[in-house]
């Protein structure tokens, strides 16, 4: 792959116009490894290093999180687990130590088989691009020339917030099943990733069972009661 090193963002998108369609923008690139289905792109600008401002800030009932920050390093911040703590504990199932040092939020939030956009959807938590601005994390899409710069994920209560991966080999891998369970106002937020069947997110349990297979939907159903039942209101 041909790529460029963007410094900040306003960079990562000139670099990205003069490079023309079909570059990528990418991070840890560790999407592209031989494992996941992802080709390696010809064209890509490279914004591991860019300055997208400081890696945690945590303001405002909310933590704002620079989308380059590697996962590894998330993990290890105290303020992070203080603030929340089923987002460091998941971090920790995020593929092994030596993923995680390249890997970075916002690839895991833009990556469409990755745990972190279905764990994160249920709390309102935004991705923030640098054209297209603010649009929630499970919108946030793949190639679409613009730069993701930071992620916003609103402060659920102590306990209000729970989260369950599924996986073959959990620490090695993207979650067979997914879920994340918010209660705050109004009925429980959900969302489920499946493996294939991709990011479902509502309210309604039905609908989120909707379309897995036997086996599936009942391992679902089960991971579903078990964190309404640990989640608190
Ligand atoms: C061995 C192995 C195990 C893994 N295990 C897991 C796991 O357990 N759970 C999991 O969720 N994932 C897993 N992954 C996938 C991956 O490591 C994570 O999803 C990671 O968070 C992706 O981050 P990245 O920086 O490497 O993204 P990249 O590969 O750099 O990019 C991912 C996607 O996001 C886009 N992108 C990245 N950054 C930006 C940006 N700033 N602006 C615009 N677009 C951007 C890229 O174009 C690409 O489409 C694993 C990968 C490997 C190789």
Same mark, same amino acid.
């Given at each position: 792959? %041909?790529?460029?090193?963007?410094?900040?963002?306003?960079?990562?998108?000139?670099?990205?116009?003069?490079?023309?369609?079909?570059?990528?923008?990418?991070?840890?690139?560790?999407?592209?490894?031989?494992?996941?289905?992802?080709?390696?792109?010809? =064209?890509?600008?490279?914004?591991?290093?860019?300055?997208?401002?400081?890696? $945690?800030?945590?303001?405002?009932?909310?933590?704002?999180?620079?989308?380059?920050?590697?996962?590894?390093?998330? %993990?290890?911040?105290?303020?992070?687990?203080?603030?929340?703590?089923?987002?460091?504990?998941?971090?920790?199932?995020?593929?092994?130590?030596?993923?995680?040092? $390249?890997?970075?939020?916002?690839?895991?939030?833009?990556?469409?088989?990755?745990?972190?956009?279905?764990?994160?959807?249920?709390?309102?938590?935004?991705?923030?691009?640098?054209?297209?601005?603010?649009?929630?994390?499970?919108?946030?899409?793949?190639?679409?020339?613009?730069?993701?710069?930071?992620?916003?994920?609103?402060?659920?209560?102590?306990?209000?917030?729970?989260?369950?991966?599924?996986?073959?080999?959990?620490?090695?891998?993207?979650?067979? =099943?997914?879920?994340?369970?918010?209660?705050?106002?109004?009925?429980?937020?959900?969302?489920?990733?499946?493996?294939?069947?991709?990011?479902?997110?509502?309210?309604?349990?039905?609908?989120?069972?909707?379309?897995?297979? %036997?086996?599936?939907?009942?391992?679902?159903?089960?991971?579903?009661?078990?964190? =309404?039942?640990?989640?608190?209101?």
């Amino acid at each position: 792959m %041909r790529h460029a090193r963007a410094k900040d963002a306003a960079h990562a998108l000139a670099l990205l116009g003069a490079m023309g369609p079909g570059a990528r923008v990418f991070a840890g690139a560790t999407t592209f490894a031989p494992v996941t289905p992802d080709p390696l792109p010809a =064209l890509g600008v490279d914004v591991s290093g860019a300055d997208f401002g400081s890696m $945690l800030e945590i303001a405002g009932g909310a933590a704002d999180i620079a989308a380059n920050a590697p996962l590894e390093a998330l %993990r290890r911040d105290p303020a992070l687990r203080a603030a929340l703590p089923p987002l460091a504990d998941l971090l920790a199932r995020v593929g092994a130590m030596a993923v995680r040092n $390249l890997a970075t939020l916002g690839g895991g939030v833009i990556w469409p088989g990755g745990d972190l956009r279905a764990a994160l959807a249920p709390l309102g938590a935004e991705a923030v691009f640098a054209k297209a601005g603010a649009v929630p994390v499970e919108d946030a899409a793949q190639e679409t020339g613009d730069v993701l710069t930071r992620i916003r994920i609103p402060l659920p209560a102590p306990g209000a917030w729970t989260v369950e991966k599924l996986g073959h080999r959990e620490r090695f891998s993207p979650a067979k =099943l997914i879920l994340s369970v918010h209660r705050g106002d109004g009925p429980p937020r959900l969302a489920l990733g499946a493996a294939g069947r991709g990011l479902t997110t509502g309210t309604d349990p039905g609908a989120l069972l909707s379309g897995l297979g %036997r086996t599936e939907a009942r391992i679902a159903r089960a991971m579903l009661s078990d964190a =309404l039942e640990r989640t608190c209101a």
